[in-house]
């Protein structure tokens, strides 16, 4: 039994544990110091993450490198580990974009201003800023992530999934953006105790859900949480779950899961969460822990209650479209630069969850590009509107004008991440937008068109940012504006080069994913509708 899972969630949960261990950074070097044992530490996650997904075989079995170990052994729970594809590009996109906001938030967690002494404030919130907890805390999230992608245990994907609240709500609440207005500590606790909330709620569901499908297999003769174990017994018909049961124990899973992604109109934590956030943490949210919500909806919600899944899925199809229109006409007013990015993503999460949902194979399996595409894009779009931000020290809107002119480097990135929002064709998201569209317009058309005009709203959106914050006369406060340094280039690159490369040549992460889009939708009972005027080819190789 190889322990190659456990050695990629184990080296960032022991890594959290180190860097909170280190020196308190009361000088630059030790500051210095932690930030490059933490970087490194996800470095070695990186390469440990990239060994997982190479040495998954697309034509071998479901669950791939499985390990599993007794825990709670009278109820029946083991930490069980195994992926399959979508749970391996998840993975190794989250290990791809944790070094990569370590880099962006070198100084997040650096010290205010000194007073006239030269001193920190000790009861001030700056002062109290620790770098050792920064970076301790981004660790802490990419180990509990990394866990729920390779789960297959229920309860303890459980575990994990609420425990990554845990960091998140004091990333969120203790290492703010400095950019806030005088009002700005009130406004970090509300988002944070707001996420945290809204979050609990959904898991708390989720627990009631776990626990009765727990007692309905255990009278069946199947106390385990082991999602294979279930998952067979349920499609051989040998665990029965009567119609009632099923529909209510997929709204337990399927809440948590919507709150988390966010869908409509279970959303509202997340414009105040990444508003009131640092940019690198507001990417952990809808880049990398929302992730979990959407993934969870294939291998849990299809995985367990087929027949549920297929009863609700127009009024989730419902609920995706009015997220993607409500999410970018929202984006479209916003004066807040990092506000119209949440509402971006609640845009584009829509779009995930109408893949998922359409029960297609174009359809789940664009889905599952969009969320490695959208981790990609929003990151960089995020992450470049973050160091607008810092230069600046102002998230409206109107303070900017005339960036390109004297920035023109972080202009022409913040450009690219926009139009790739917009999924320009080209860029990675189009590829997934596009089968998203198809997979659902073949069984939905009604839902398909409507979808559409939430591309039409994106490049609104995208477009106006870029043209009232970089084109026209230079305002105040821009004119000494420095282009992007050389970490800042560092941050940009590997982003902007994914992107174009997974908008040309996205097969490398369809080879892996599509097998795992397969075998869900056999577990649903669905295939691809027939074309409704099929084409058929004569002897002489005309159509007719």
């Known amino acids: 039994m190889s ?14 544990v180190l860097t909170a261990a280190l020196p308190a950074g009361s000088t630059e070097r030790r500051r210095s110091t932690t930030k490059a044992v933490a970087l490194g530490v996800s470095v070695v996650t990186l390469v440990l993450a990239a060994v997982v997904a190479t040495r998954f075989d697309p034509h071998g079995d479901r669950y791939q490198l499985t390990e599993s170990y007794s825990w709670i052994r009278s109820f029946g729970i083991t930490f069980s580990l195994g992926v399959d594809g979508i749970g391996a590009v998840l993975a190794l996109l989250t290990a791809v974009l944790v070094p990569v906001v370590m880099l962006a938030s070198w100084h997040d967690a650096d010290p205010g201003p000194a007073g006239p002494d030269g001193t920190f404030a000790p009861d001030t919130f700056e002062g109290r800023r620790r770098t050792q907890g920064f ?9 509990m992530v990394v866990v729920s992608f390779y789960a297959t245990d229920v309860f303890l994907f459980y575990v994990f999934f609420e425990a990554m609240l845990i960091p998140m709500y004091f990333l969120i609440g203790g290492f703010g953006d400095r950019a806030g207005g005088p009002d700005a500590a009130r406004q970090r606790s509300y988002a944070a105790v707001k996420f945290l909330l809204y979050n609990l709620l959904g898991g708390l569901v989720m627990l009631a859900a776990v626990i009765g499908l727990y007692v309905i297999a255990q009278d069946q003769g199947f106390g385990t949480f082991d999602l294979q174990t279930l998952t067979s017994a349920i499609a051989d018909g040998k665990l029965q779950l009567s119609g009632t049961a099923e529909k209510a124990l997929f709204l337990g899973f399927f809440f948590a899961f919507a709150v ?7 959303h509202t934590w997340l414009p105040n969460a990444m508003g009131e956030a640092t940019a690198g943490t507001a990417v952990l949210i809808t880049a990398v822990v929302d992730k979990v919500g959407t993934f969870a909806m294939l291998r849990f919600c299809l995985g367990l209650f087929p027949h549920a899944s297929k009863t609700f899925a127009p009024a989730i199809l419902v609920l995706s479209v009015i997220g993607i229109i409500y999410g970018a ?5 916003q004066k807040d630069i990092k506000r119209l990015v ?9 779009f995930i969850i109408m893949g998922i949902f359409a029960l297609t194979s174009q359809g789940q399996s664009g889905a599952t590009l969009y969320m490695v595409n959208h981790g990609i894009s929003t990151a960089a779009w995020m992450l470049v509107a973050g160091f607008l931000i810092s230069r600046r020290g102002s998230r409206l809107i109107a303070d900017y004008g005339g960036v390109q002119k004297v920035a023109p480097v972080l202009a022409g990135t913040f450009l690219v991440g926009g139009l790739a929002t917009l999924s320009l064709p080209g860029l990675a998201p189009f590829v997934s937008e596009f089968l998203v569209l198809v997979g659902t317009f073949t069984r939905y058309p009604a839902i398909g068109i409507v979808a559409t005009f939430g591309i039409v709203l994106a490049a609104l959106y995208a477009l106006l940012l870029y043209q009232r914050t970089m084109t026209g006369p230079v305002k105040a406060g821009v004119g000494g504006m420095p282009d992007l340094k050389v970490r800042e280039l560092a941050v940009v690159a590997p982003l902007v080069a994914l992107t174009i490369l997974l908008g040309v ?9 599509n097998p795992s889009v397969n075998a869900t939708l056999s577990q649903v009972h669905e295939t691809d509708p027939a074309p409704a005027h099929p084409v058929a080819a004569t002897s002489g190789g005309e159509q007719k």
């Open 329 to 333: 006409l929202l984006a479209v007013g």
């Open 342 to 350: 949440a509402y971006a993503s609640i845009s584009h999460f829509g």
């Open 260 to 266: 988390k992604a966010p869908l409509w109109p279970l």
């Open 135 to 143: 970076f301790a805390l981004i660790l802490a999230v990419e180990a």
């Open 505 to 513: 040549y996205p097969k490398p992460l369809t080879d892996l994913v």
């Open 3 to 16: 322990a190659l899972l456990t050695a990629t969630c184990a080296v960032p949960a022991a890594g959290a």
